[in-house]
């Protein structure tokens, strides 16, 4: 029999929010924002299992501007933390043992920043269990015109990694568009087709070339070098070996003008880019889909995958009947001669949406806001899982002072856990980063960030554990 019982109000406030306010997830056509009612949401059984904890994580990683969100979120922590803290102080009567409490709660703040950078570490960099798109339709595939392996130099991924990741995604085919470098691609798209390993999703061999702006040449077949070349000369070789040029995320302000890459023969635009911000100024937006539509260019969606960010929220979908029929060279130059004719009406943008649509000028409260939407976009097994994890906690809540260590122990052996993972981290991605040494440079930058803060990280809590465990204080 459960005493104490504060579980009540919260599993009653989650059902409630789930299933009088429900929040459906939708795949949209990002051009149009209306539902596609032919892709359904795939939720993982682990995700479920462990709803608590993996839901809030992924809900948080797909927030609309998460660099801004989560040390706001951060923040509100550490205020909720300050004031729980300063009032177990002044409750306290006798001056040594509040100055015991205050030291404790100032012991406690380093912790728990410590604690939260590591779950902000564990929101960007693990890739959880997501949910996936199903694709119901009946002659579309889908695509991504633009990912970045470790062979980039700002990618985190394998090549082996990154091609499971897109088949965990729901994708049939993809294209590896590292900076400067389409090689090694070649080189892995060679593999593939000498069946080393499986053909679907099929790779394909991309670049992104950062000219006056970043732009993904697709289809390339090797026989030709960018370095050095201006963007007027390289989207004539694109063009000329078979390939086609998409400019990406130009509406992020850093390129020239659009009539300026309608004029150097650019076949489209992305219209989104789950790299930058989702939704961005919707008038940017209008008018470069206006362009776009006057000018026939195409508009397709920038998933920007580095191994690293945003879970998967973009996907192209596009028209192309018999796929499965096809072998892996008409595979390719059946999307290729899409993009080459413009033709949208075969093209779709997919976009994932689980939340309604907020700018980024006042974000000071919206992690609240954030909270209470996830709760809403949760389904009965979901709820389930939220109840059966509260009921535990409870449990454990009522005869934590029999079985389990105080507070101040706990958070001191998490802070360790901690900075060990941030250690481990970092560790990894040095020894990655030595062996695409030339490459990609963000193993090196991650690493040295991840060993210093770790390392410090790690110090502090064993100090913390050596006072809190094993010193005796006299009395």
């Known amino acids: 029999m459960l005493k104490k019982s504060f579980v009540a109000i919260p599993i009653l406030i989650v059902a409630f929010l789930a299933f009088f306010f429900h929040l459906d997830i939708h795949i949209i056509d990002a051009l149009s924002l209306e539902t596609l009612p032919e892709y359904d949401i795939h939720i993982p059984v682990l995700r479920i299992i462990f709803e608590p904890i993996l839901g809030l994580l992924l809900y948080v990683n797909r927030t609309i501007y998460p660099l801004q969100e989560l040390p706001i979120t951060l923040l509100w922590i550490l205020v909720f933390y300050l004031c729980l803290s300063l009032s177990k102080i002044f409750k306290v009567t006798a001056p040594p043992n509040r100055s015991r409490k205050a030291l404790r709660f100032l012991g406690n703040l380093p912790l728990l920043i410590g604690i939260c ?26 695509l991504t015109s633009h990912s970045h392996t470790e062979f980039s130099h700002d990618g985190l991924i394998s ?65 030709f070098e960018t370095k050095d070349k201006p963007d007027s000369l390289i989207v004539d070789l694109v063009h000329k ?115 309604p649509f907020y700018s980024g000028e006042n974000l000071l409260f919206q992690p609240f806001i954030t909270a209470v939407n996830y709760f809403r976009t949760l389904n009965f097994w979901q709820v389930l899982s939220w109840a059966i994890w509260l009921v535990l906690f409870q449990l454990l809540w009522n005869y934590r002072r029999k079985h389990f260590m105080p507070l101040h122990k706990r958070m001191a052996l998490t802070a360790m856990v901690s900075a060990l993972f941030l250690i481990l981290l970092g560790l990894y991605y040095m020894v990655r980063g030595n062996a695409v040494k030339g490459y990609s440079k963000v193993f090196a930058e991650y690493s040295s960030l991840l060993l210093t803060i770790g390392s410090v990280f790690m110090v502090y809590s064993l100090l913390t554990i050596y006072f809190r465990f094993f010193r005796k204080i006299k009395k």
């Open 117 to 142: 950078f590591s779950v902000f570490v564990v929101i960007l960099f693990i890739r959880l269990p997501n949910n996936t798109i199903v694709n119901n339709s009946s002659d579309e595939i889908l």
């Open 159 to 223: 090549q082996e990694k990154m091609w499971a990741w897109h088949k965990r995604n729901g994708f049939d085919a993809f294209f590896i568009t590292d900076h400067a470098n389409h090689k090694k691609t070649l080189e892995f798209v060679n593999k593939q087709r000498n069946n080393q390993f499986p053909i679907e999703p099929l790779v394909m061999v991309g670049q992104e070339h950062s000219g006056s702006n970043h732009m993904s040449l697709l289809g390339l077949n090797g026989k």
């Open 241 to 355: 070996h078979g390939g086609a040029v998409i400019i990406n995320h130009w509406f992020d302000g850093k390129g020239k003008d659009k009539e300026f890459y309608r004029e150097l023969g650019a076949d489209g635009f992305e219209i989104e880019n789950v790299g930058k911000e989702l939704y961005y100024d919707r008038t940017l937006f209008k008018d470069l889909k206006k362009f776009c539509e006057d000018n026939k260019l195409l508009m397709m969606g920038g998933l920007d995958f580095h191994g690293y960010g945003r879970a998967c929220g973009i996907w192209n979908a596009f028209q192309i009947p018999n796929w499965h029929q096809m072998d892996p060279d008409k595979k390719e130059k059946s999307i290729l001669d899409i993009i080459r004719t413009r033709d949208q009406s075969r093209v779709k943008v997919l976009m994932y949406q689980d939340r």
